[in-house]
């Protein structure tokens, strides 16, 4: 029997320390891990899957690289036994669903946003496509609604004419 493992990436628009807070809340609801732990400074987390009778569990590491201020990429790498890869990639997803559940929570939406308007504060200070890259980025994780970025972008169009 020998080891095999999976591998997925996934591209958030979310910056890389909700992101990972985000994680590490998600991971408690995914049934099949049984303990994890958590190392921001390296931007990893690693996890275990819960023990069964005559099978072994298996090792998962998450990584966070951070593409630029307001998105993360995650990396999750998962190993088991060779019999057992359908679980790899089965627990790949479900840490994945999990985690944009979470993210989709009010608690989340509302830390994005004041990061992202804090952000936006500090590099666009009111330059107009500083503003649409801010809207854009508002209407992608679900905070305005596309009538409402419509409206916005308009405005700030006609500041650039």
Not at 75 to 80: D, F, L, V, Y
Not at 140 to 158: N, R, T
């Amino acid at each position: 029997m020998g080891v095999f493992s999976h591998s997925t990436e996934f591209n958030f628009d979310v910056p890389k320390n909700i992101l990972f807070r985000a994680c590490l809340d998600s991971l408690r609801y995914v049934s099949s891990i049984g303990s994890y732990e958590g190392f921001e400074l390296q931007n990893i987390i690693v996890a275990n899957t819960k023990m069964k009778f005559m099978k072994f569990g298996e090792r998962i590491e998450i990584k966070f690289e951070v593409i630029d201020d307001l998105n993360t990429k995650i990396i999750i790498s998962s190993g088991g036994p060779q019999f057992e890869f359908h679980q790899n990639k089965d627990n790949c997803d479900k840490i994945i669903y999990s985690l944009k559940r979470t993210l989709s929570s009010p608690k989340y939406k509302n830390l994005i946003e004041k990061e992202i308007t804090s952000y936006s504060k500090d590099q666009t200070s009111k330059d107009p496509h500083g503003e649409l890259l801010k809207l854009k980025k508002l209407l992608d994780v679900g905070i305005i609604s596309e009538e409402e970025y419509e409206s916005q972008k308009i405005k700030l169009l006609s500041q650039l004419l």
